[in-house]
């Protein structure tokens, strides 16, 4: 297990501390653009490697303050995955959403359980794709 270090200001980190985020994306954004959307988030938890300074994990929200968040991106790297990582980003992003009247996200089917366990609930939504601005440049 790692010594992990949770914060909540994007500002503690800089571009070359995001490496390896958004596997599997065929256009991902860049370091420099997630760092971009991490500090341009309205709320966001980070988890780091306190022997490395990486970021291994990560939380963003969207909200209006007044009743509404969404949940925008959850990623944990897959070599510290299934270490709780995600479930504390959660958590602590959750807690800090506490006052809100809804808190949203969007989700595949198969990660439902991991959100379920979280107190969160399935429902159905809408959405839409622009696959050309994937990498947010």
Do not use: K
């Not at 270090?5 to 070359?16: F, I, L, P, S, T």
């Amino acid at each position: 297990m790692f010594p992990i270090r949770y914060v909540q200001d994007a500002a503690e980190v800089a571009a070359n501390q995001l490496q390896g985020f958004f596997a599997g994306w065929p256009n991902p954004p860049t370091p420099d653009t997630h760092l971009r959307l991490l500090r341009a988030s309205d709320h966001v938890v980070l988890a780091l490697d306190e022997a490395t300074g990486a970021v291994v994990g990560y939380v963003s929200a969207l909200s209006d303050g007044v009743l509404c968040a969404y949940i925008s991106s959850l990623e944990v790297l897959p070599g510290y995955q299934g270490q709780g990582i995600g479930s504390e980003l959660m958590r602590r992003l959750l807690q800090s959403l506490q006052n809100l009247y809804m808190i949203d996200l969007i989700c595949d089917p198969d990660v439902q359980p991991f959100y379920a366990r979280l107190g969160m609930r399935p429902a159905a939504g809408m959405i839409v794709r622009n696959y050309a601005r994937q990498s947010g440049l």
